[in-house]
């Protein structure tokens, strides 16, 4: 397993039960890789945490899925709150970065589990729908999962001050 930095700030850092609850609850982060000619590549997605991982969909194709290809690592950043305070000159912030490895998902039957975890969590209760959603568009998907082998989070020092 790699080593990772540890937080500088340590008074500012999330439990790892608050940086889960965070990833549990926001709805969209941005998943960084690395890109072509060795370019950081960002892209905002939409995910659902569950089980330690991380999971999102993609189109078969594209500069996502050749990055993910040629490199396995990954990290994925959620920003909760962004409470900026313009006469103070800051942010009161809480957000949480996620570092582990992300593979393409080959097997169908977890595939398919992925993909109505993500259903499941963006239209809960349409069953139906999703089962012909699926039914229709899931050969045209890819589905990941990103396993998680660090996870901080991190907030204002003007939050934890708060208490």
Known sequence: MEQFR??????????EEESQNILKKATAGTLAL??????????????????????FHSALSG???DAI???????????????????QYTTFFRSVIAFG????IEDDAEKLRAARRLGDRYNPGQEEAL?????KGLSRMLMMRMDIEHLTGKEA?????QG
Request: charged share 30%.
């Open 6 to 15: 540890q937080m500088r700030r340590k008074r500012q850092q999330l439990s």
């Open 34 to 55: 690395l890109g072509d000619n060795g370019y950081p590549y960002a892209v905002p997605i939409s995910y659902v945490y569950a089980d330690g991982a991380l999971f």
């Open 63 to 65: 500069h996502k899925v």
């Open 69 to 87: 290809r040629q490199c396995e690592k990954a990290s994925f950043c959620v920003i909760k709150k962004d409470d900026v305070q313009p006469e």
């Open 101 to 104: 490895r992300i593979h393409i």
């Open 131 to 135: 089962r012909q959603e699926l039914a």
């Open 157 to 161: 020092i003007e939050l934890v001050r």
